[in-house]
């Protein structure tokens, strides 16, 4: 029992030390009692708060994330589905599958914010909703004509589905609710999930916001640059971006008309974008074979490497996943530094072409959208290992949901909190300083006063009131009284150039007498 706890004290003050900030200050040597007493309390505060980090880690992160690693001079790209089938679990062997289905295919994804549910919808009008932690196919719908996009709502039991001509809103059990007709023939779908809003790009290249809880079109944009199937909406600011043929993205927000960013990343047509989860960085793919990563605080390139992406998607620990035809391939930035490499590489059966890649959140899989169906494959260390039940909980029941639900709604955000830098929602905005008008503008503004008092009509009143003496008189008075704040105002600055003039009295004085001027002290 003894040894238990030692060993465990042991573990406790490892962790502790990797929330430390360094060593401890040495107050000994101090004289000052004042700032000796205030640096202890410091140092008090930081070994309180690397203990309370070190328990939390302990209590509420008990899994850890894993990668695979390879050992001697093995790399971990040339690891293969098969051979990580092997070494698994029964539970997690269950998810690398291949859904095969030719006839309705090519086939898009998306999975609810917790990943316990996925939907898969396919051009020839397939729609199906799995759950994924039994693999039980809940409903499957056909809706007899083209589906070029399908999107989760707020949860499981409602999601969009981009048709031929409108895009439509159904729930879990297949039954047709909605009909957006205002958004029309829609290429594309994403949902803001804080701000419950479905934001669609049409194929004449309208953008289309509206709100899910009210039914209101809260924006409707021409964007300018033409037809685009590429968009994404940043999970940090809620801002939706869009690649274009001239090879630029912009960056909307559902209350202005023109886009907030507009920045060209590539000398061909967009082919894909996707956004790290914690929103300073985008990587996009062109048709000139280039994938790019962007660091969006300063807007510039941090890497550029040689392949070509027709799909992009980035996981919850920052692994990026990019398809093209019959070949995938995983990028991690193990280092910490944005240089992404080759982690893991998996090519499909010949003659499958991906359309879409997308990690399931909380789990190390990837979903796959291909022409021929769909498929999922295992990629360690891709999910979070930890998921906190007020966020998504995987697990969670029909009460919990109702009770999220709820509770979403209430903290719904407002169309205008969508900016760049949400941190400056809540923050004061300074005080702008108003600029000094020059000399001319002064003259040119006492001018146009003294003409309006020149052309001013007196009204007509009794005798011995109206003499042209007494017009004349109250006409100068008009003028003087315009030119008064002016002339103040040049009064002013008059007497500041003095004073500061003043200050400096070595500038007046001979070189012969600057000695005898009184020297300030030091």
């Known amino acids: 029992m003894g040894a238990k706890k030692e060993n465990n004290d042991d573990e406790m003050d490892e962790k502790v030390k990797k929330y430390l900030r360094g ?14 007493g205030q640096l202890a309390v410091r140092e008090d505060l930081y070994g309180k708060s690397a203990k309370t980090a070190a328990k939390i880690e302990k209590w509420l992160l008990p899994s850890e994330g894993g990668y695979l ?11 293969k589905q098969e051979s990580i089938a092997r070494e698994i679990d029964i539970s997690s062997s269950k998810n690398q599958y291949d859904i095969v289905l030719p006839e309705l295919g090519p086939y898009t994804l998306d999975f609810t914010s917790n990943g316990r549910y996925m939907a898969a ?10 759950d994924m932690k039994t693999l039980n196919l809940i409903k499957e719908i056909q809706v007899k004509e083209t589906v070029r996009d399908v999107v989760y709502l707020h949860n499981e039991l409602f999601f969009a589905v981009a048709q031929k001509k409108y895009p439509y809103i159904y729930n879990r059990d297949g039954t047709e609710l909605h009909c957006l007709k205002e958004h029309g023939a829609v290429l594309r779908l994403q949902f803001l999930k804080n701000h419950f809003l479905l934001a669609s790009i049409n194929k004449f290249g309208q953008l289309h916001y509206q709100d899910v809880t009210m039914g209101e079109m809260v924006g409707n944009f021409r964007t300018g640059l033409g037809r685009t199937d590429v968009m ?3 999970p940090f600011n809620g801002v939706v971006a869009l690649g274009h043929s001239s090879g630029t993205v912009t960056m909307w927000k559902p209350t202005s008309s023109v886009p907030l960013v507009k920045m060209l990343c590539h000398p061909g047509p967009v082919s894909s974008l996707a956004f790290h ?9 062109g048709k000139e074979n280039k994938i790019k990563i962007w660091d969006l ?11 070509h992406a027709k799909t992009l998607n980035f996981s919850q620990k920052g692994l990026l996943a990019a398809g093209t035809g019959s070949f995938i391939k995983v990028l991690a930035d193990f280092s910490g530094s944005q240089n992404y490499n080759s982690y893991m590489t998996h090519s499909m059966a010949k003659g499958y072409q991906v359309g879409k890649v997308l990690f399931r959140p909380y789990e190390d899989v990837l979903g796959i959208g291909h022409s021929m169906g769909w498929s999922s494959i295992l990629i360690p260390g891709s999910g979070e290992p930890n998921f906190d039940s007020w966020v998504a909980n995987p697990f969670e029941t029909s009460k919990q949901r109702r009770e999220k639900e709820v509770h979403s709604l209430l903290d719904k955000l407002p169309p205008e909190t969508v900016m760049l830098d949400p941190t400056k929602v809540g923050t004061v905005r300074a005080p702008q300083k108003k600029e000094k008008p020059t000399k001319k503008e002064i003259e040119a503004e006492m001018d146009a006063a003294i003409e309006t008092a020149k052309d001013t009509d007196f009204k007509k009143k009794t005798k011995g009131r109206n003499k042209p003496s007494k017009r004349a008189k109250k006409r100068q008075e008009m ?12 009064i002013q600055e008059h007497e500041t150039s003095r ?15 600057q000695r005898f001027v009184r020297q300030k002290a030091t």
């Open 23 to 36: 060593e401890a200050a040495n107050l000994e040597g101090l004289k000052d009692k004042k700032l000796k």
């Open 69 to 79: 690693e390879a050992e001697g001079i093995e790399k971990t790209w040339r690891i």
């Open 121 to 130: 919808a396919g051009r020839k009008g397939h729609l199906a909703i799995v």
């Open 232 to 234: 994404q909406v940043n």
């Open 277 to 285: 989860p914690n929103g300073h960085l985008m990587a996009t793919s």
């Open 297 to 307: 605080r300063k807007f510039e390139v941090i890497q550029t490497m040689l392949g």
């Open 479 to 490: 003028i003087e009284r315009a030119k008064k704040p002016l002339l103040e105002q040049q």
């Open 499 to 513: 004073k500061k003039q003043k200050t400096n009295p070595e500038i007046e004085m001979p070189k012969s007498l």
